[in-house]
C-alpha cells in the first residue's frame, strides 16, 4: 500500500491529555497537547487533534463539527486509555459468563487470596459479569493414576494438545439454548465463555459461540482468546474481554462518525490501534482485552525504537513518570511480554508487555508520620491535612519554573502553577517534622531539605521496580541506559539514575510525548498461539512443522491487510519448563539454530542460578509476526554520540534561577535554556536546566547533558555525596530521609527473595499456593523486613532465627547455611522448615551483621499421612522430620546425604511413619530456600558496598524503633477510645479449650500487656500452637489495626509484654502434636484480640486444611520404589468477618494466611481427581447492619484410591458477630462414599478433623464458615 506523501499522525489519548504527533512531508512534524476531556470546545480530542493537524499541515480551515476527509492522511494510529479507563471505573457493558456446572462463583473466588493482607476489609475488585450461566458439560483428562474404569461410558477425545480427555457430560444444547433467548430477552448482547479444561479441547465452547452468534450476541471465548492451561485467569480473561470491547466498538464508531463515509471509506488510509503487545493492530481487529494497555505499550515501543543501539547492544530501562503513577519497563533488542498479571484486581491471561508500574507520581501525596517520609497514595484519615503533592517539590526547589509550565490550573484551567500556596505547604510540614527533631535533640531541617528529602525517596520507591525488573531476573541493574519519559521523567532522571548506579540517561526530543510518537514508529503484530503439553526432545520435528504452518497463516492474514509476504517476518517462541514445575520462559528461537533447548538452560540458568536434569516440557508454541510499517526510522543514540564532535555551550541562557540540589547547603544559580534554541553537538555541565513546550530537564551538578539530532544524552560524571547532613553528625542522628529510603531497600531485599524462592521452587505449594516467607534478620536475630507473604510466619521466624544464633553462636563461617523446623526452636509446625544464612562483614570473615531466612511450606516430610498434616496425631513424631537445627551447607558444600537422612531415615523409624514421600521435590525446595537466601546475602552486601556496614546497621535498627513508634502512637490512641479500661475477650476451640485474653495499655508509654491467663492447657490432640504464633498473630493484629504504611518488623513487639501460660494450649510441650496450630489455632489468637479490640466480627476462624496422597509402592525385596507416592496440601477459603464500615468479603483467605488455591485444570491434570464443585456458600455469612462474607463449597471427587484428611475449626462455635451482628454458619465436613456391602450412598459427617481411606469415586465436601456481621441490622431489611 503506498502512502507517499500523505500525512501519517499519531494520537495518544491519555486520562488528562491527549497528544497528536504528525509526520507531514516537506515540512517538520507537528506536536499538539490538548486536554483530553474539554467539552466546552470539542466532543473528542482524537478527532480535534486531527482537525488541527490538517488544517495546520493543508493551511485550510476545517470547521469543528463538519466531517473530516481522509484523502490527505496516509495512516492513523492510536493509543488509549479507553479499555483502561472502563476497567478502572467499571463502566464496561453488560455481559454474562458461561461456565462448566459448579464453578459458577469462579471469577468471584479466584484464587482466593486478598490483595492487601493488613487491609481488615480484605477489599477485593468485583466480578466483571453481571450474571453466571452454569452449563451440563464436563471434560477431564485421563490420568495415569486413576482408575482404568473411572468413566467407561465416557467418550474418549484427543485434544489440541495431544493429551487425551474423557467427555464425562456432553453439552446439554438444549439449556444453552433456553439461557440464552432468557439472556436476549433481558438485553443482554454480549457473552463471555470459559469451560474448564476447553483450553485443550475447544468443541463444547465452539458450541456455545456458534448458537449464541446465529441469536445476534457478541461471544467471547476463552479457548480462542489464549489457549493456556487455568481456567481461573482464563476465564477473568474472558470476562474482561467481553466486558470492553463494546466500550471499544463504540468509541471507534463515535470517531469513524467523523470522517465522510467512516473510518472504513478510503482504503487508502490504514487506521490502527496499539494492543497491549507493542503491536498495531486493523482498527476492526482491536479488542478490549487487547486495548488495556495500549497507552503505555506505546511509551516502551517509543523508547525502545528511540534508546537501543544494535551495536553496543546495553539493554535500557524505559522510565515513564506520569501524574499519577510511574512506569517503568526493560528492552534489550525485543520487547519483552508477561502472559499473567493483574490489571485493576483482575487477572489477565494474555501477552502484555511488561510493564511495571508504581503508585509515585507527578501526583503523589507527601506525609509524614511515625519519623518516616512518605510518597504515595495517602489514606483518608490524614487527607484533611491536605499535604503537598510530589510534583510540587520541584517548583519549591527552583527546579521547575511555572513561568514556562503551561496555565492549566485553577477553576478554569487558565491560571499558571500557584507557588505560593506551594511554599506555604512546605513550611507547614518542616515546622512539622522540625518539631520532632528538637524533641530528641536533633539537627533541624530547612524547607528546602524537606522538598529535596521527599524527593529523594519518591526517587528510591520508583528505583525499587526497576531492580526488582533487573535484578530479579539475573541482570545487573547499573549495566543498563536509562530512557526518560513522560510529563515529569526528566525532572527526576539525573537523582533515579544516580539511585540505581546507571551512569548514562537518554531523553528523546519528544519525551513528553513519546507515547505518540512511538506509535509512528510501531508496526503490525499478529500473535498466535497454541496448546502443546509435550516432551521437547520428543516434539521437535513436530513444532518445527507447527511452526511453519502458524507462519502461513498470520502471513495470509496479514496480506488480506495490505501487505506482501516479504515484508512479513515471524518471531518464534515455545514456552518451556522442566517437569514438576510450573515456572514457564517463554523462549526466542536463536538466530541460525533450533536449539531452543540450550537457550532455555541458559535463561533459566540466568534467572534462577541453577539448572536440573529432569525433562523440559513444552507447554504452549506461539509465533509473532510483524509487517514492516514504521513510517520513520532514527539512528540510535549511541551512534549519533559517537559520530558528534562536542563543543561547550556557546549560546546564552535563557534566564538564571536560584535551584536546590543534593549535596549543596543552599540554592545555586542555575542557567536556563531553551532546548529549541541549543545548537547540536553542544555540552551543557550541570547543574543546568533545558526546557521546551512540553517538558523540563533538569542536569543535576557533576552530569553533563549531550544535545544530539533527536535526543539529549546525560552522562553522570562520578558518584555524589548522598548525605543531606554534616557526616559528624550522621553517627548520632538517624535522619528520617535516609530511614525512608532503607525501608525501601531492605524491602526490597526480602521481595527479591521472594521471588527467587517462587521461580526456583518446584512444588505447588511453594510457587503456585505461595505459602512461603522470607525476611532479614539483624544480628540478633531480630526481625528487620519482611516481605507480606504469608501472616502466620511474620513474627515467628525470628523466634528460629534467634534459637539458631544463640545454638550456633560461635560455630558459623561463610558459607554456612542452617535448617530446622522444631517447634520448641521457634518453628510453627513441621511442615514449614526454614532455611537460615549467616551474612558475614566480609568473605571470610569473622563477624555476622544479618541473618536471612526463608522458610516454605513442604508438601511432604514424612509422618503417618501423606501431607504431613494429620488431624488426629497427638504426638509430634508422627507428623514427620522434625529438625532442631542442623547444618546442610558447610565452606559452600550441599551436604545432600545429610538431608535425605533428616527427612527419610529419621522420620521413618517412627512406628506407622514414612518418610518423606517425594523426597527430590523436598530437596528442590531446600535449594530453592538456599537460593534464595543467597540472593539476599548478594543484594545486602550491594547495600552495604554503597553506604557502608556502619550506616547500614545504624538504619536497620532504626527502621525497628520506627515500627515501635507506631504501635506506641496506636495503643495510645486506644487507650483513649477505651476510656483506659482493660480489654477482655474469650473464645473456645471445637473440643471447648478457651483462649483467654485481657490486654492492659499504659496510656502515658504506649505498652501494653497481653495476658492469655485463663488459657486452656496442652491438648491431646494436633491443635497445640508453639508460643511463636501467638506472637505472630499479634503482631499480624498491631499491623492491621494501625491501618497505615509502617515497617513490619521486631520493633512492632517492642511495647508489648506477652504473658501466656506454660504449658498450654499455647505454649505445649516439646513432644506435643503441632501441626493444626499453625492453621487453625493461630485464627482463633487473632479472632480473640481483634474481638478484645472490638476491630471487626469473626471471620471464618480457620485455614481448612486439606491433604491427600498415597504412600509410594516399593518392592520387597530391592527395596526400588514401583510407583511413587504423593501428597496434595491446600487451604480452603472461607468468609470474612464485617467491620463498622464494610462488609465481610466472600470466599477469601483471612487472616493468618493468604495462600493461593490450586486451579482447577492444574488440580484434575497433575491429580486423579474431579473437582465438582466450587462455589461460595450461600447464607453462612452472619446477618447485620454490615453482613459478614460467605463461606464456600469445595467438592472432590477422587479417580482413585487414597488417604484423605481435614483439619478443620469453627465446626461447632460459629464465627462470632459484633455490635448486633448475627453469627455466621459454622463449617460442615461430608465423605459421601458407598456401602461396601449394600452399594447404598451414605453421606457422613466427619467432623472438624479427621481422615478417611477413600475409594474411586468417593466425593470428600467441604464446607466452610462464614465470617460475622456487623451491628443490627435494619428491620426494613
Known amino acids: 500500500m503506498d502512502n507517499t506523501g500523505k500525512i501519517t499522525i499519531s494520537i495518544d489519548r491519555g486520562g488528562t491529555f491527549t497528544d497528536v504527533h504528525a509526520i507531514v512531508p516537506g515540512r517538520s512534524d507537528i506536536i499538539l497537547k490538548l486536554l483530553s476531556v474539554d467539552p466546552s470546545h470539542y466532543q473528542d480530542a482524537p478527532t480535534e487533534g486531527i482537525r488541527q493537524i490538517l488544517e495546520l499541515a493543508t493551511g485550510k480551515p476545517h470547521p469543528r463539527g463538519q466531517p473530516l476527509k481522509l484523502d490527505r492522511i496516509g495512516c492513523l494510529r492510536m493509543g488509549t486509555t479507553v479499555a483502561t479507563n472502563a476497567l478502572l471505573e467499571r463502566k464496561g457493558a453488560r455481559s454474562v459468563l458461561f461456565t462448566t456446572k459448579g464453578f459458577r462463583d469462579l471469577l468471584k473466588i479466584g484464587d482466593q487470596s486478598r490483595p492487601a493482607i493488613f487491609d481488615l476489609s480484605m477489599t477485593r475488585p468485583g466480578v466483571l459479569p453481571e450474571g453466571v450461566v452454569e452449563v451440563n458439560e464436563r471434560v477431564v483428562p485421563c490420568h495415569s493414576a486413576a482408575d482404568d474404569k473411572c468413566f467407561p461410558d465416557a467418550r474418549l477425545v484427543q485434544g489440541v494438545t495431544g493429551e487425551k480427555f474423557r467427555v464425562v457430560q456432553e453439552l446439554d444444547l438444549d439449556h444453552v439454548r433456553a439461557e440464552l433467548q432468557r439472556l436476549k430477552e433481558q438485553g443482554y448482547q454480549s457473552l463471555s465463555v470459559a469451560l474448564v479444561h476447553s483450553y485443550a479441547y475447544p468443541d463444547h465452547e465452539n458450541q456455545i459461540a456458534e448458537i449464541a452468534e446465529q441469536m445476534g450476541f457478541s461471544v467471547t471465548l476463552s479457548s480462542k482468546l489464549q489457549p493456556m492451561i487455568k481456567v481461573v485467569p482464563r476465564g477473568m480473561s474472558a470476562a474482561a474481554d467481553a466486558y470492553l470491547t463494546p466500550v471499544i466498538k463504540t468509541y471507534i464508531d463515535s470517531i469513524s462518525a467523523s470522517f465522510e463515509g467512516g473510518l472504513g471509506s478510503n482504503q487508502s488510509c490504514r487506521f490502527e490501534f496499539m494492543q497491549s503487545d507493542g503491536g498495531l493492530v486493523d482498527f476492526r481487529k482491536f479488542s478490549g482485552l487487547k486495548a488495556i494497555l495500549s497507552g503505555p505499550a506505546a511509551g516502551v515501543v517509543g523508547f525502545a525504537a528511540t534508546s537501543w543501539d544494535p551495536v553496543e547492544k546495553i539493554p535500557v530501562i524505559g522510565f515513564d513518570m506520569g501524574g499519577t503513577s510511574t512506569d517503568v519497563s526493560r528492552y534489550d533488542g525485543h520487547l519483552e511480554h508477561v502472559f499473567g498479571s493483574k490489571v485493576a484486581g483482575i487477572m489477565i491471561q494474555s501477552p502484555q508487555l511488561d510493564i511495571n508500574t508504581v503508585a509515585a507520581g507527578g501526583g503523589s501525596i507527601l506525609t509524614y508520620r511515625n519519623g518516616l517520609f512518605y510518597v504515595g497514595p495517602e489514606p483518608c484519615v490524614l487527607q484533611e491535612r491536605r499535604a503537598p503533592y510530589c510534583d510540587r517539590c520541584q517548583p519549591f526547589l527552583g527546579r521547575l519554573l511555572p513561568e514556562y509550565f503551561p496555565h492549566i490550573f485553577g477553576p478554569n484551567e487558565d491560571e499558571p502553577l500557584d507557588t505560593e500556596i506551594t511554599a506555604r505547604k512546605f513550611h507547614e510540614l518542616t515546622t512539622e517534622i522540625n518539631e520532632e527533631r528538637r524533641q530528641r535533640s536533633q539537627s533541624e531541617y530547612s524547607a528546602e531539605d524537606v522538598a529535596l528529602g521527599f524527593l529523594k525517596v519518591a526517587d528510591e520507591s520508583m528505583a525499587r521496580p526497576i531492580r526488582n525488573l533487573t535484578e530479579a531476573r539475573g541482570f545487573e541493574t547499573a549495566s543498563h541506559h536509562l530512557a526518560c519519559f513522560g510529563g515529569a521523567g526528566g525532572q527526576h532522571a539525573c537523582s533515579v539514575a544516580e539511585s540505581l548506579g546507571i551512569s548514562r540517561i537518554i531523553i528523546h526530543k519528544y519525551s513528553s510525548v513519546l507515547s505518540a510518537y512511538g506509535l509512528a514508529l510501531a508496526e503490525v503484530v499478529k500473535e498466535s498461539q497454541e496448546p502443546v503439553s509435550s516432551d521437547y526432545l520428543a516434539s521437535q520435528s513436530s513444532l518445527l512443522q507447527r511452526f511453519e504452518n502458524m507462519a502461513a497463516a498470520a502471513t495470509k492474514e496479514m496480506q488480506g491487510q495490505g501487505f506482501e509476504p516479504n515484508q512479513v517476518r515471524h518471531e518464534q517462541y515455545l514456552n518451556m519448563r522442566y517437569e514438576g514445575s510450573d515456572t514457564s520462559l517463554m523462549v526466542l528461537r536463536p538466530k541460525d539454530t533450533s536449539d531452543f533447548l540450550a537457550e532455555f538452560r541458559e535463561r533459566h540458568r540466568r534467572e534462577f542460578n541453577f539448572n536440573s536434569d529432569r525433562p523440559v516440557l513444552v507447554d504452549d508454541i506461539r509465533v509473532r509476526s510483524i509487517a514492516s510499517s514504521k513510517v520513520r526510522t532514527e539512528r540510535s543514540p549511541i551512534l549519533q554520540l559517537n559520530d558528534a564532535t562536542l563543543r561547550n555551550v556557546t549560546s546564552a541562557p535563557a534566564g538564571t534561577t536560584s535551584a536546590y540540589f543534593d549535596g549543596h547547603s543552599a540554592r545555586v544559580d542555575t542557567p536556563v535554556y531553551l532546548l529549541n534554541q541549543l545548537e547540536r553537538h553542544t555540552r551543557i555541565e550541570g547543574p543546568a536546566m533545558i526546557i521546551d513546550k512540553t517538558q523540563t530537564i533538569v542536569v543535576a551538578p557533576k552530569a553533563v547533558a549531550n544535545i544530539l539530532e533527536t535526543c539529549i544524552v546525560i552522562d553522570i560524571l562520578e558518584d555524589r555525596q548522598t548525605s543531606l547532613i554534616p557526616a559528624a553528625q550522621q553517627a ?546
Open 732 to 1277: 548520632a542522628d538517624v535522619d528520617p530521609i535516609k530511614l525512608s529510603i532503607f525501608g525501601h531497600r531492605f524491602m526490597s531485599i526480602a521481595e527479591q527473595m521472594g521471588r527467587t524462592l517462587q521461580k526456583t521452587s518446584v512444588s505447588t505449594n511453594i510457587k503456585e499456593r505461595l505459602d512461603f516467607s522470607c525476611a532479614l534478620f539483624s544480628p540478633d536475630g531480630g526481625l528487620v523486613a519482611n516481605a507480606p507473604h504469608v501472616p502466620v510466619h511474620l513474627g515467628s521466624m525470628q523466634f528460629a532465627v534467634r534459637y539458631q544464633h544463640q545454638k550456633w553462636l560461635g560455630n558459623l563461617k561463610d558459607g554456612d547455611v542452617l535448617v530446622a523446623n522444631h517447634p520448641s526452636c521457634g518453628g510453627t509446625h513441621l511442615p514449614d522448615i526454614t532455611v537460615i544464612t549467616p551474612v558475614f562483614d566480609r568473605p571470610g570473615g569473622s563477624e555476622i551483621i544479618f541473618y536471612v531466612a526463608s522458610r516454605g511450606h513442604h508438601a511432604d516430610i514424612g509422618g503417618i499421612l501423606p501431607g504431613s498434616m494429620p488431624p488426629k496425631s497427638t504426638e509430634l513424631w508422627q507428623e514427620g522430620a522434625a529438625i532442631e537445627g542442623d547444618k546442610i551447607v558447610s565452606n559452600g558444600v550441599l551436604d545432600e546425604a545429610r538431608l535425605i537422612e533428616l527427612l527419610v531415615t529419621k522420620p521413618s523409624q517412627y512406628p506407622g511413619c514414612s518418610g518423606a514421600r517425594c523426597i527430590s521435590d523436598n530437596l528442590s525446595d531446600l535449594k530453592a530456600q538456599i537460593a534464595a537466601n543467597t540472593r539476599g546475602i548478594n543484594l545486602i552486601q550491594t547495600l552495604i558496598n554503597e553506604y557502608g556496614v556502619t550506616t547500614v546497621q545504624k538504619y536497620m535498627y532504626a527502621i525497628q524503633a520506627t515500627a515501635e513508634t507506631a504501635v506506641r502512637n496506636l495503643l495510645k490512641g486506644l487507650h483513649r477510645k477505651f476510656g483506659g479500661k482493660p480489654l477482655e475477650a474469650v473464645d473456645y476451640m471445637d473440643d471447648g479449650t478457651p483462649i483467654c485474653l485481657k490486654v492492659t495499655i499504659d496510656g502515658s508509654s504506649g505498652s501494653a500487656i497481653f495476658d492469655f491467663a485463663g488459657t486452656g492447657p496442652e491438648v491431646y490432640g494436633s491443635w497445640n500452637a508453639p508460643i511463636a504464633i501467638t506472637h505472630s498473630a499479634i503482631i499480624y493484629c498491631l499491623r492491621c489495626m494501625i491501618n497505615a504504611d509502617v515497617p513490619l518488623n521486631q520493633g512492632c513487639l517492642a511495647p508489648i509484654d506477652i504473658r501466656v501460660p506454660s504449658p498450654s494450649i499455647l505454649s505445649p510441650t516439646k513432644t506435643a502434636a503441632v501441626v493444626g496450630g499453625n492453621v487453625v489455632t493461630s485464627q482463633r489468637v487473632t479472632d480473640v484480640v481483634f474481638k478484645a479490640f472490638r476491630a471487626c466480627a469473626a471471620s471464618q476462624g480457620c485455614c481448612n486444611n486439606l491433604t491427600f496422597g498415597t504412600d509410594a509402592k516399593i518392592d520387597a525385596e530391592t527395596g526400588k520404589v514401583i510407583t511413587p507416592g504423593f501428597g496434595y496440601y491446600e487451604t480452603i477459603a472461607g468468609g470474612g468477618g464485617a467491620g463498622s464500615t464494610w462488609n465481610g468479603q466472600s470466599g477469601v483467605q483471612v487472616h493468618m494466611t493468604n495462600t493461593r488455591i490450586t486451579d482447577p485444570e492444574i488440580l484434575e491434570k497433575r491429580y486423579p481427581t474431579l473437582l465438582r464443585q466450587f462455589t461460595l456458600r450461600n447464607g453462612s455469612g452472619g446477618r447485620g447492619k454490615n453482613p459478614g462474607g460467605e463461606g464456600v463449597i469445595r467438592d472432590i471427587e477422587f479417580l482413585a484410591p487414597m488417604q484423605c484428611s481435614i483439619l478443620s475449626e469453627r465446626r461447632v462455635h460459629r464465627p462470632y458477630g459484633l455490635e448486633g451482628g448475627e453469627d455466621a454458619q459454622s463449617g460442615l465436613n461430608m465423605w459421601i462414599t458407598k456401602d461396601t456391602q449394600s452399594g447404598e450412598q451414605r453421606c457422613i459427617n466427619i467432623g472438624g478433623k479427621n481422615t478417611v481411606s477413600v475409594q474411586t469415586h468417593d466425593r470428600v465436601v467441604i464446607m466452610t464458615a462464614g465470617g460475622g456481621g456487623w451491628g443490627l441490622q435494619d428491620v426494613a431489611c
